[in-house]
């Protein structure tokens, strides 16, 4: 059973940083591209980064020059580095598969607050 663990959230102001990771169980990893995901309240979940197996990374327009996503194979991790937040990066972040075909259960998600 693939089980996804999030963690890494946290308060931060305007312009700081954070790191979120992701740990999943299962063989995951082995089959396929990954991504990070985020909910704001009131908002769809919207893919925010992604990864092929082989690192080709991709991003939304709204986060391409502050987020790197990155993935370690052997240990079963993905991470997102976050860089320059803003207000409008709080939400509910979400790792799982990059593609909606392939989308398995939900974690719990870290909460990312970007505040003064």
């Known amino acids: 059973q693939v089980q996804l663990v999030e963690s890494g959230g946290g308060l931060v102001q305007p312009g700081g940083s954070l790191r979120l990771s992701c740990a999943a169980s299962?063989?995951?990893?082995?089959?396929?591209?990954m991504g990070w995901y985020r909910q704001a309240p009131r908002n769809l979940r919207e893919l925010v980064a992604a990864i092929t197996r082989g690192g080709s990374t991709n991003y939304a327009d709204s986060v391409k020059g502050r987020f790197t996503i990155s993935r370690d194979n052997a240990k079963n991790t993905v991470s997102l580095q976050m860089n320059s937040l803003k207000p409008e990066d709080t939400a509910v972040y979400y790792c799982?598969?990059?593609?909606?075909?392939?989308?398995?259960?939900w974690g719990q998600g870290t909460q990312v607050t970007v505040s003064s």
């Open positions: 799982n598969t990059a593609s909606s075909l392939d989308l398995v259960p």
């Open positions: 299962g063989s995951i990893f082995s089959g396929y591209g």
